[in-house]
């Protein structure tokens, strides 16, 4: 289920906030699915709780997932009035990217091309 590259600059629990958020995107992981907990993680993948225990709270941030007490943490329905502001800093973010994509000569059809194979990616067709 998880790849994680200890050679990496990434910390492990950034690499398990992404590897999770991808899972969520993905739709691997679909709304109200419930996450391993952490001791079963921790367990299974031979990291640290605590490090388990600072990537979900990062998610719950970020609000891909939320916790009950006693239950375990579960994966969070899209909030549309949550995602208008993130959104807002992904467009900011992406002009930028943008920007300098553009500038260093990638044509506007590689562009449109990539967004074509990540959408296609992202919903499985």
Request: glycine letters at 4%; zero cysteines.
């Amino acid at each position: 289920m998880f790849h994680l590259d200890i050679k990496s600059r990434l910390p492990i629990y950034e690499q398990l906030v992404k590897r999770f958020k991808e899972l969520i995107i993905n739709e691997v992981m679909k709304a109200d699915d419930q996450l391993p907990s952490v001791r079963i993680l921790a367990n299974d993948t031979a990291i640290n709780p605590n490090t388990i225990q600072k990537a979900y709270r990062e998610l719950e941030r970020q609000g891909y997932i939320y916790s009950l007490p006693g239950k375990g943490s579960f994966v969070a329905a899209v909030a549309i009035h949550k995602n208008k502001e993130k959104l807002e800093k992904l467009k900011e973010e992406l002009s930028k990217m943008l920007s300098e994509a553009i500038y260093l000569g990638m044509s506007s059809k590689e562009i449109a091309e990539m967004i074509d194979e990540i959408e296609s990616k992202i919903k499985g067709v």
